[in-house]
Each structure stands twice: as structure tokens, then as C-alpha cells.
């Protein structure tokens, strides 16, 4: 995923110069329409806000929705104006994926399962909203709640474990027809093996970080061994 990505601006004005384009409509017939919700735009503002080249708010963003919607004929959601695959940038420091952005306009919670991550290396270090857990439902939340476990240490285990959310590996496990029992005692296996892939995890970030410690302290004592040689050696 690229650490940069495009503005706000540019994706709902290409958006919407492609809608209206798709139904014929002309800029002119487009500043028309607007009027009525507060946009006092010409032709050429329009044409502006296509390009990219103005800094849409959400009353206008919404404005722009009803307009197209009143000059094409065509019943056109907020979440269209932000069609694509692209990475679009909310400000100078996060960068999230158009499906996501969509998905949150449409309505679905933005939960602790999308991660946010640092890209090194950028022309500024950029924080990227990535997709999250496939399968990840409202009883994935209620069992880590139930079961007290910190939320993005358990979804990271469950990425590495299963490669998607304990539901969606309890249902697979379980297969269709299962009652509540069998999926109940799967779901209690499977908090195991979460659990003990948490404490794993732990364990060897403290191992890293015993290791880190114990190097620097060598490398230290190493040091100090030859100063205190060379200093012997100066002496004679």
C-alpha cells in the first residue's frame, strides 16, 4: 500500500465529473442544479471542484450528492463520490483505503480491528488505515470484551493464527449444521489457542528485549575492557 496518497479533494471531484459525464449532463446544468442546496457555483466553479482544486467540507460534499442526483436522474449516495481503489489522503498524516472510507460512510463502525500502522521511510512518516480482519463480526467484539483481552494484540494473534476472525475459523471448523453446543465448545479451544499465542507473542517481545539489553551491555563492557587496555598500554 502506498504511503501517499491522494486528496479528498481530487477523488470526489473526478468522481463526480464522472457521473455527471456518464449521464450527459453539462457543467452549467450541474451549477443549476446546486443552487437550490447553498452551492452559488458557475460553470466554472464546477469545473474547479472536478478538478480537484477545491477543499470539499461534508455540507458540501452532501450539497454536490443531491445535485447530481436532481441533474443526472439518478439516485446517487455519498459513498459514490468516493468510488475507486486508491489510498486517499484525510490530511498530511493519515492515509486510509477508498473501500474503508466508503465502508464508514455507509455507516459501519470504525472499531479497533482497523489498524494503524507507521510507514518508514516516507517523505513524512505517514499513518495507514489498513483493511481489517476478514470475518470480523459484532460477536468477535462481544467475545473479547467477555474475555478481557487487550483488542489489537488479540486481532494480531488471530491474523497470524487463522488468517481471519475466531468466528469465521469457529464457523469453519464447526461446518454448516452445527448447533450451539459443538460451536461452543470450538469457541472455547479456540480462546485457548488464542490465548496461548498471546502469551507467546509476549514472551518473545520480553526475550527480544532481555536480548537487546543484555548486547548493549556486552558491547558496553567490551568497550570498556579496551579503553582500559589502551590506557595500560599508553602507561608503559
Given amino acids: 500500500m502506498a504511503g501517499v496518497g491522494i486528496s479528498l479533494a481530487q477523488v470526489?471531484?473526478?468522481?463526480?465529473?464522472r457521473l455527471r459525464q456518464?449521464?450527459?449532463v453539462t457543467l452549467e446544468q450541474l451549477a443549476t442544479a446546486a443552487r437550490p442546496y447553498g452551492l452559488r457555483w458557475s460553470s466554472?466553479?464546477?469545473?474547479d471542484f472536478e478538478g480537484g482544486r477545491i477543499s470539499p467540507t461534508l455540507p458540501t460534499l452532501f450539497a454536490v450528492t443531491l445535485a447530481l442526483r436532481d441533474a443526472t436522474g439518478q439516485p446517487v449516495a455519498l459513498g459514490d463520490l468516493f468510488a475507486g481503489a486508491d489510498d486517499v489522503a484525510l490530511n498530511d498524516s493519515v492515509t486510509v483505503p477508498l473501500a474503508t472510507l466508503r465502508s464508514a460512510l455507509s455507516g459501519n463502525a470504525v472499531g479497533p480491528d482497523v489498524e494503524v500502522r507507521v510507514i518508514q521511510g516516507?517523505?513524512?512518516e505517514t499513518l495507514v488505515v489498513v483493511d481489517p480482519l476478514p470475518g470480523l463480526s459484532e460477536s468477535d467484539w462481544r467475545l473479547l470484551r467477555d474475555i478481557d483481552v487487550e483488542p489489537?494484540?488479540?486481532l494480531a494473534a488471530m491474523a497470524e493464527l487463522w488468517g481471519r476472525?475466531?468466528?469465521a475459523e469457529r464457523d469453519a471448523r464447526a461446518g454448516a449444521g452445527a448447533n450451539a453446543q459443538a460451536k461452543g465448545q470450538i469457541t472455547r479451544k479456540l480462546i485457548g489457542e488464542l490465548r496461548?499465542?498471546?502469551v507467546d507473542e509476549l514472551m518473545n517481545e520480553v526475550n527480544a528485549l532481555v536480548g537487546s539489553e543484555r548486547d548493549e551491555q556486552t558491547s558496553t563492557a567490551d568497550s570498556q575492557a579496551t579503553s582500559k587496555g589502551a590506557e595500560r598500554g599508553n602507561s608503559k
Fill in 12 to 17: 470526489a471531484g473526478r468522481n463526480a465529473r
Fill in 22 to 24: 456518464d449521464a450527459g
Fill in 44 to 47: 466554472g466553479r464546477v469545473g
Fill in 122 to 124: 516516507s517523505p513524512s
Fill in 152 to 154: 489489537r494484540a488479540a
Fill in 165 to 167: 476472525s475466531l468466528s
Fill in 196 to 198: 496461548i499465542a498471546m
